[in-house]
């Protein structure tokens, strides 16, 4: 029997699983050292384990939903392997894996080896350092958290991090040198390489090598030696370039100019850029060999509009460091509402030069009021309200996020609108109808329909 892991640890058996198979399963985790929680109810938080017999739209809605506030690891249990399109609807469905146990027969030691990595890039993710420097919480982000922490942490692969202006490229790197755990960063802006001096800025140079070369110099492949070499905006990389830095990349090896040796360096690449390398590729811009050493994990920030969620937390969080530790200021209500309804372009860069400004132009004790925003950021007076706005968009990809269909959103919408109008109405059917733009009788079919169904 193995150490006991101390997890908090459940088990949710579907109905079509017997009480025998369920203990079965349950025994088999006991040896491999996992004490699960007394099969039944699933719960909030912790890690779950799923026994399924065969998948139906009310299995995959269960596991949506248990998915949703924690780590469910799915196993197949029945008497025959399930076909592959249910395994993958599991994934879909939110399950982190699944495993294929037939007649609950498995390696607990497998389920006990999952939840262990599981565990760690859990805790990885949710520690101070990540959560100060990435900040935010919906679902894409934290997405986004776990896939960096993996590759920082795990692995020694080389990342391509892609993403629009603003949303934390460079923040994400940085922090795969921090977790890392390696010698130095090295950052290069490759739009700031010309023809002339780029081969000194990554070789380096002897001395006396070119007019000018008073002394030898290291370059970025010797000074990232043991560290991390960060390539920030890749995609500018001139082609004479891409070709050479393929070859350090193969061999790990290059020359100084000027010099005949060969030096030897280990680094990590990392690299980054808001350009698609794919359509480069493509047309010719970006070597195809060159891209795929590159980007053999990619992640890609989210713009600040697929993570509306995430406006406030980064804007008190913007806000906190500016007015320094100990110190509190917030925002008051008409202020956030302004917040949430802004469009940021510049992504979460322009978030937080929105916030600065408001700050410097804030005095005193209690809350940033709208007198705080500068004039020409004021929106104009009577203007109609923009719609759909951030808040409908963020309500929509929550339900996108719980992998809720077209139909379902749809109906939805208009249920709640129906609602919301009777309300206002007084339940007068025709006045409402009037209201919504729909004919009377269109409504009563609507609401009669909508009677039935519940
Ligand atoms: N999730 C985040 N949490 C905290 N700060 C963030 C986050 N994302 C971005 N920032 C801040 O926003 C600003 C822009 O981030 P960063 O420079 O990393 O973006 P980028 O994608 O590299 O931009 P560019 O493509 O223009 O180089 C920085 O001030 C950074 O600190």
Request: proline fraction near 5%.
């Amino acid at each position: 029997m193995q150490a006991r892991l101390s997890l908090p640890l459940w088990i949710h058996p579907f109905e079509q699983v017997s009480a025998a198979l369920c203990a079965k399963v349950a025994s088999a985790l006991a040896q491999a050292g996992l004490q699960a929680d007394a099969a039944g109810s699933a719960r909030s938080g912790g890690f779950g384990l799923a026994l399924v017999d065969g998948v139906d739209a009310a299995v995959l809605e269960r596991v949506r939903a248990m998915a949703a506030g924690a780590s469910v690891l799915a196993i197949a249990v029945g008497a025959h392997p399930p076909p592959t399109a249910d395994m993958w609807a599991l994934l879909e469905a939110g399950a982190f894996d699944v495993l294929n146990w037939t007649d609950a027969s498995g390696d607990a030691t497998q389920v006990r080896a999952r939840l262990e990595r599981r565990d760690a890039l859990q805790r990885l993710a949710d520690s101070p350092e990540v959560r100060s420097t990435l900040v935010g919480a919906s679902p894409a982000w934290r997405a986004l958290v776990r896939s960096v922490v993996e590759v920082a942490a795990f692995t020694e692969s080389p990342v391509l991090i892609t993403g629009e202006t603003g949303t934390g490229k460079d923040q994400v790197a940085q922090l795969i040198h921090r977790l890392g755990g390696r010698g130095e960063l090295v950052v290069l802006d490759c739009t700031t390489l010309t023809p002339e001096l780029a081969g000194s800025e990554l070789f380096g140079h002897e001395r006396g090598a070119f007019t000018g070369a008073a002394s030898a110099r290291d370059g970025a492949f010797a000074l990232a030696d043991g560290g991390v070499l960060f390539l920030d905006e890749v995609g500018e990389l001139p082609l004479p370039l891409q070709a050479q830095l393929l070859r350090v990349l193969q061999e790990h090896t290059y020359k100084r100019i000027g010099s005949n040796t060969w030096q030897h360096s280990r680094f990590r690449l990392v690299c980054a850029t808001n350009r698609s390398l794919e359509e480069d590729v493509a047309n010719g811009r970006f070597r195809a060999d060159l891209f795929h050493r590159i980007a053999a994990w990619r992640c890609r920030t989210p713009p600040l509009r697929e993570r509306g969620d995430d406006v406030l937390p980064l804007a008190r969080h913007f806000l906190a460091l500016l007015a320094g530790p100990g110190a509190s200021c917030e925002f008051d209500d008409a202020v956030r509402e302004y917040l949430l309804l802004r469009e940021y372009p510049g992504n979460v860069r322009e978030l937080r030069q929105a916030v600065a400004r408001l700050w410097y132009r804030h005095s005193g004790p209690g809350p940033i009021t709208i007198g705080d925003l500068a004039p020409d950021e004021r929106p104009a007076r009577g203007a109609p309200a923009s719609w759909p706005d951030v808040r409908f968009e963020s309500a929509i990809r929550a339900a996108i996020d719980l992998r809720i269909g077209l139909a379902r959103i749809s109906q939805a919408a208009a249920d709640i609108a129906i609602q919301l109008v009777l309300e206002q109405e007084g339940d007068n059917n025709q006045r409402a109808a009037l209201r919504l733009g729909v004919t009377d009788r269109a409504l009563q079919i609507r609401r009669k329909a909508w009677a039935e169904a519940h």
